[in-house]
Every structure is written in structure tokens, then in C-alpha cells.
């Protein structure tokens, strides 16, 4: 079946007007362009994250249709004039991942041939990050081959939300704008102003991320030292750090099957920790993860909007689920103006 990648209302040329800001949401404060060579279009992975970008910005979001074959095949025709544009593709390459990418593959390709000035991906969650070394014989380095393949297909540059290491950008021979979520999520934990908080890296490897969260929210830092057993499974050790009596907020990149998580949190009640929290970029939320959270001893998981939730997680009270439609945004429109990014994070 088709399926048409467009914004749910088409407006003749002649009556295209942009459409007020918002005023029930005032960190919506983009500066809103009249620019037909500035577009934005998406693929089928989460297209409604797309559509809060464009209505940040104050624009319709580009006519795509994406549809498959019998088989599955896929096939992408642009539906509008891109010649000379400046072209946004918003794409995470979630589940079901293969096809997502190949989709974004194939958009990009199509804006290539049809004469776009540049191609920009919008990647919010970027699949097989964790595929990032030969950490077994004979295995491949699966996100490079993904980053030359997103450079082949026609991309000029890649603007990705919270990689799974920082160096992956490395990985790319174009540029990369590297967006980061926190600002989105310790807006939300000032807010709450929890009492004698301590801020958790489940790992090792992301200590760095939970420092600079723990300095945002005034907050200390504990580490959880785990060892892997297997792919997906994982035996917390000990903790490193004092967390007794203290309320702790445990924070990573995204949640996959949800079992480093839980084994981390109930690590960290059996230190002393009176209640746990955590929060994530990207949930990815694979097979039991909805009902490993909520059999769990967290208190809440807020996540972001990088990844629609599947329909189970959605009505899963200890999920939270904060939008960075803002965020992506401005990124975007910085990118369009040949403004800083980074300036976001500052």
C-alpha cells in the first residue's frame, strides 16, 4: 500500500502564508522565514516528530511519497520542484531499522538527481552506533558503513541527536552537527527540584555524559560498574560513589531492552537510594523492555521524542515523554543561516 509522506492540508502557491508562532508554548522563539528554496521533508519512521519541526518553524513540510512493492521494495517519488532548494530530510533509522534506512537512502538519492543545492539528513536516533569497533573476530564496523553510505547516496552533511560515542562523527566524510538532548531533559529535572540528587552513569563509558548532566542540575555522581555477559545482557558489579539516602537519577543514551536499566536501579536501592529516576535519549524500548520498566523500582522514565513509542509504551504510566521538535529546530534553521550550533548548548 502507498503510503504519502505529506502535510495533511496542500495550499495553492499563490495562498501560502506562514502561519503565527504558537503563543501557548514561549520557548517556540525561531525566527519564522518566508524562503521557497528552504525545505523540510521526512520518511515514514516518525513523521510526527517532523511535523512539529515544521510547525516550530512555521513552514509545511515537503510532499514525499514513500510506498513499497509487493515484495517490499521500497519506492520514493518527490512530489514538488527541489531544484536549487536547501533540503532537510528527517529520518531516524528506528525500527524497523533496515527499511528506515534505506528509505532516508533513497530520499536522498531522489533530491540528488533532482538537482538540490544541499542535502542535509536529520538522523534523531542513528542506528548501529553501537556497531562501532571490531570488538569480536571477524565482525564488521557497521556505522561506518552506514555513514559512507548516507555520503554516497548524496548527503552533503549529517545532523544527528545524541550519538552513541562522540567520535562516530569521525566516521562521517561530511560534516556533522552533533545535537545533544540534555537541555531538553535537566530542564525538565530542575523543574522537579528533587531532593539530595545524585546523577548515575549505568557505565563507564558514560561518565562523561552524566557529569556534565550532574553539573547542570548541581547534583552528584555515582558510576555503576557492569560487566556484559552476552549481546543485550548485562550483571551490574558494584556502585562507585555514595548514594545512600540520596535520590538518584540514572541517565544514558537510550534504553534498548531496558535490563541494564532495571539491574542498575535495583543496584542502587540495595546502596540506599530512597527513590531512582532516569531518563534517556532515544527510547528504542525492544521486546520486554515496557514490562522490565514497570516491574521495575523506578520511579518514572522520561525519554524523548527521537523515536515514536510503540503503542504498549505509550499508555505505560512511568513513561514520560518530552518533545525536542524545538530543539531540532533551531538546529536546522542555524544550519539554513550559516549560524552557530553550538551556541544551543551554551
Known sequence: MATLVTPPEKTEKAEKQVPPMPEEKPERKARVRVDEKFKIFSGTANAQLADEVCHFLGMQ???ALVTRFADGEAYVQIQENVRGCDIFVIQPTCRPVDEHLIELLMMIDAFKRASARRITAVIPYFGYARQDRKDKPRVPISSKLVADLLTTAGAHRALIVDLHTPQLQGFFNIPVDHLFASPVLVDHFKKLNLPNLTVVSPDAGGVERARFFAKKVDAAL??????????????????IGDVNGRTCLIIDD???TAGTLVKTAAALVENGAIEVYACSSHPVLSGDA?????NSVIREVVVTNTIPLTPEAQVEPKIKVLTIAGLIGRAIQSIHEETSVSKLFT
Open 61 to 63: 513540510r515537503g510532499q
Open 254 to 256: 537510550l534504553i534498548d
Open 290 to 294: 515496557v514490562s522490565n520498566i514497570r
Open 222 to 239: 555515582a558510576i555503576v560498574d557492569k560487566r556484559r555477559v552476552e549481546m543485550n545482557v548485562a550483571e551490574v558489579m558494584h556502585v
